[in-house]
């Protein structure tokens, strides 16, 4: 059993490519998120799903795009990357009836 | 709106002695809350949650925390400091919209 698994787990991009992080679970979770993790700021929203191909805004949603096609993956695309981004990205996802959020191991990314 | 604040940024407490992690949430519905802990460098482990049945929720590690809504707080508790439990503590809300938020952490320093 797997859990919630990101890829990749190390990137560098140089500032204006593209990339996307992809999250993968195999718990059947209704919800996912993104978060990214800078130092001092916990652990800010990016965006989240409650459900196949639903997508809404969290905290911090600039520069970000996301979508949610298969239940069990939740993409986060970096459409012109920035030195703004450079961060820690988690995933993670849980279930409403039976809440306990499940995190990946983080993605570094950092943009030069 | 949904929100979680964490009143201590940084707490220093002496092994053996008792350790107080402050949490005020907001909600417009009875939430879900859990504490989540961040060694450095490591992933996020949940230490314990409240969905809604006993108010006084025991974790692993000895933590244990308790609801009251009448104060809208979460607060932690551990009877006596361990070296080992020197990390950051987020204290995390999952409302019923399906939105996960975190406080933005505090920092645990536990002297021998």
């Known amino acids: 059993n797997a859990g919630v698994t990101q890829t990749p787990k190390f990137r560098v991009l140089k500032t204006g490519q593209s990339m996307t992080l992809l999250c993968a679970q195999d718990m059947n979770h209704e919800y996912m998120y993104w978060y990214r993790q800078d130092p001092g700021m916990g652990l800010r929203l990016i965006h989240y799903?409650?459900?196949?191909?639903?997508?809404a805004k969290g905290e911090v949603p600039d520069g970000y795009n996301v979508s949610r096609l298969k239940k069990q993956n939740f993409l986060l695309g970096l459409e012109s990357a920035a030195p703004s981004q450079t961060s820690v990205y988690f995933c993670a996802s849980t279930t409403y009836r039976f809440p306990e959020a499940f995190f990946g191991q983080g993605t570094r990314l950092t943009v030069v | 709106a949904q929100s979680v604040t964490q009143l201590d940024s940084h707490v220093s407490v002496s092994e053996g002695t008792p350790v107080l992690l402050r949490c005020n949430y907001s909600s417009s519905y009875s939430p879900s809350l859990f504490w989540y802990v961040q060694h450095p460098n490591k992933g996020l482990q949940l230490l314990l949650k409240y969905t809604s049945a006993a108010t006084l929720v025991k974790g692993i590690n000895g933590f244990e925390a308790e609801f009251k809504k009448s104060e809208t707080s979460f607060h932690l508790t551990k009877p006596s400091a361990h070296m080992s439990d020197a990390a950051e503590y987020f204290c995390v809300v999952l409302g019923s919209t399906g939105k996960l938020i975190f406080g933005q952490g505090t920092t645990l320093q536990v002297k021998p």
């Open positions: 799903s409650v459900g196949e191909g639903t997508t």
